[in-house]
Each structure stands twice: as C-alpha cells, then as structure tokens.
C-alpha cells in the first residue's frame, strides 16, 4: 500500500512540475527578456524548474543543438573569443578550447556572467562568435540581437540554433536580421526539431523597425 501511494505522489509531483515549466515556459517567450530577469531574480527556484523541464524536453531530441555548435567552433581557430548567450548550463564553454563569455540569469555554473542579455558587460567589437542556442526567448528580439552585433567585430559570425517551428516565416526574418547588419552565410534545416543558421555582421544595425524578426513561442504540450 505504501508502495503504491508513494507512486502516486511521485506521480502528483511530476505532473505539477510539468505544469508550471510548461507555464514558466510560456512566460519566458510572451514577455522581454527584461521581464525573464526580473521573474528569475525574484524566484531563482523557478529557474532550477525550468532548466530541469528544459532538460527533459531536449533529451528527447535526436540531437542537441549546442552539441552541433561545439562541432562548428572545433573546426574554426581556438584563438576566437566567443559569447553565448544563455548558456544554461555552460555546456558550450566546457567542450572547446577558446575563451567563452557565458551569460545567462541565474548561474547554474561558475563560469556563468548574470545578466539580461539584451545588456552584457562587454565591449563593443570585441567578440568573433556570437552564440544563441534555443536562447532566443523575449520578445525583444531586435534588441537582443542588436546586442549581440554591438559586441561582434566586423566580420565576426553569428549563429543561432532555434525550434524550427517557431519561424513563420524564415524568408521575412532573414530580412530583419539584415537589417540589424546580419547577412545568412549558411542554413541547416536538416533536423526537423532545430534549424542552425550561420550569419556575418557586414555592418552596425540599422535603426527603425525590423516587422520580419519574429519568432513564434515555443510552447509545450502536456504529455
Ligand atoms: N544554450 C543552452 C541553454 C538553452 S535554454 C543550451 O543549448 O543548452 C535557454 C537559456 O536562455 C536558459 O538558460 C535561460 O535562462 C536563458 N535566458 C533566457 N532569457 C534570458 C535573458 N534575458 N538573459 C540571459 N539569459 C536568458
């Protein structure tokens, strides 16, 4: 008897954590990354939630994006310094040689800078590979992004790894992200679960509005 109400509870507690992921979850990709900040500043236990749904959602993946990104940097110098923002869990840092700026909210490693990422402490033109994997949550993607060419050098290589099915329109967003001075070098759209696109800055981001860089929210279904 025992037996089975402990199963039970484990059970009762599984289904509420994957509850309120799926609810952090929908937070994070509906408000501005200010608004992430501020959520995981006030409730850092949320984070921890949130990356252990997050872990489990990945896990199911035939491959994880970071680990195709890790392949990438292995092929370039090491000598390149490199910033990924949202690093989670420093995965990226942990598996190449060059130097890695890591950002996140909450450190879930030492190696982690907190920070909101439309804002990192470092100075312009001084970084040659952007990172952002599954990273692209707030709304404020064209101020995020413009952060990342701010802290690029010309010539210097973004690549983002996101859910391929929160581009409504990829032809639309390539056209905002060249307006934030970001031309598309390579696309993989070989997995049907992420697509990984490589991009050159050519320039500093024109200001005014860029209505193609959005990106649907990545929202999870109860299993
Ligand atoms: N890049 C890692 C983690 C992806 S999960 C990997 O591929 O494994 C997305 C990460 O982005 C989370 O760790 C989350 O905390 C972080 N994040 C979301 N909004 C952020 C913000 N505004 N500033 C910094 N990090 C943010």
Same mark, same amino acid.
């Given at each position: 008897r025992s037996g089975r109400s402990a199963a039970l509870r484990a059970r009762m507690e599984e289904r509420l954590l994957g509850a309120r992921f799926r609810y952090l979850n929908q937070q994070l990709y509906t408000g501005s990354s200010r608004d992430a900040a501020r959520l995981f500043r006030a409730d850092p $236990?949320? =984070? /921890?939630?949130? /990356?252990r749904g997050f872990e489990r959602q990945v896990r199911r993946w035939p491959e994880r994006p970071v680990q195709r990104i890790v392949r990438y940097l292995r092929r370039r110098p090491a000598s390149l310094v490199v910033a990924d923002f949202g690093c989670g869990d420093c995965t990226l840092a942990a598996s190449v040689r060059n130097q890695v700026h890591c950002f996140d909210l909450v450190p879930l490693s030492p190696r982690v800078t907190v920070c909101d990422m439309a804002e990192v402490p470092l100075v312009a033109e001084s970084v040659d590979v $952007?990172? =952002?994997c599954l990273a692209l949550m707030g709304t404020n993607l064209q101020e995020i992004l413009g952060e990342a060419n701010r802290v690029l050098k010309l010539g210097g290589t973004l690549i983002v790894a996101e859910v391929a099915s929160r581009f409504e329109d990829t032809r639309a967003f390539l056209k905002g992200m060249a307006q934030l001075g970001f031309r598309i070098v390579s696309k993989d759209l070989s997995s049907s679960y992420f697509y990984l696109l490589e991009f050159t800055k050519t320039g500093a981001a024109r200001p005014g509005p860029a209505p193609g860089l959005r990106l649907r929210p990545c929202l999870y279904k109860r299993r």
């Open positions: $236990a949320a =984070f /921890h939630l949130y /990356h $952007a990172v =952002f």
